[in-house]
T-cell receptor
Framework: GQNIDQPTEMTATEGAIVQINCTYQ??????LFWYQQHAGEAPTFLSY??LDGLEEKGRFSSFLSRSKGYSYLLLKELQMKDSASYLC??????????WGAGTKLIIKP | DAGVTQSPTHLIKTRGQQVTLRCSPK?????VSWYQQALGQGPQFIFQ???????QRGNFPDRFSGHQFPNYSSELNVNALLLGDSALYLC?????????????FGPGTRLTVL
């Protein structure tokens, strides 16, 4: 079966750094996405990785290791507005997105 | 440039009824995907439409059906509603020839089945 695992909830302090992990087992791999979803709102795109390594985009970075079936999202200089759920999704052999349940990130002052 | 739009925003139905949700994709996009998201869960893929045909389908019963129109807009129909169908229904659009088919989501329709 196909499976995406990520922690249910994480807490971090404003101004700090947090790493959200995602492990996956899917039939085929055509890239991994990270989306941010604020409560009651639609997911918004953060990053895409298809090759191994680190992709940096401002305060957010995403890492992929295909051999380990592993990715992480790194958020630096945390702000209160970063409080949200972070969703990991893998595009499988049919280019269908398989989603994790999301990690709820709580930022404390 | 309008993004993905969905209607209605909220909907309340009773068991056994039928519902139709609507989605207009982002300008320039030709592919529409529908997802069901239960509270505290990630989105679950229902199906995807491209060129007015259902291209892929997730693990949802035949009570869930859809349609895509020539202008790329789409409808999701759910028949014989069950309490368990209560969820946020998300529509996402993408461009079929895009590099990685990034999906843009609409605000969703919150369906409550009583």
């Amino acid at each position: 079966g196909q499976n995406i695992d990520q922690p249910t909830e994480m807490t971090a302090t404003e101004g700090a750094i947090v790493q959200i992990n995602c492990t996956y087992q899917t039939s085929g791999f055509n890239g991994l996405f990270w989306y941010q979803q604020h409560a009651g709102e639609a997911p918004t795109f953060l990053s895409y990785n298809v090759l191994d390594g680190l992709e940096e985009k401002g305060r957010f970075s995403s890492f992929l290791s295909r051999s380990k079936g592993y990715s992480y999202l790194l958020l630096k200089e945390l702000q209160m507005k970063d409080s949200a759920s972070y969703l990991c999704a893998v595009s499988d052999s049919n280019y269908q997105l398989i989603w994790g349940a999301g990690t709820k990130l709580i930022i404390k002052p | 440039d309008a993004g993905v739009t969905q209607s209605p925003t909220h909907l309340i139905k009773t068991r056994g009824q039928q519902v139709t949700l609507r989605c207009s994709p982002k300008s320039g996009h030709d592919t529409v995907s529908w997802y069901q998201q239960a509270l505290g869960q990630g989105p679950q893929f229902i199906f995807q439409y491209y060129e007015e045909e259902e291209r892929q389908r997730g693990n949802f019963p035949d009570r869930f059906s859809g349609h895509q129109f020539p202008n790329y807009s789409s409808e999701l129909n759910v028949n014989a509603l069950l309490l368990g169908d209560s969820a946020l229904y998300l529509c996402a659009s993408s461009f079929s020839s895009g590099y990685y088919n990034e999906q843009f989501f609409g605000p969703g329709t919150r369906l409550t089945v009583l």
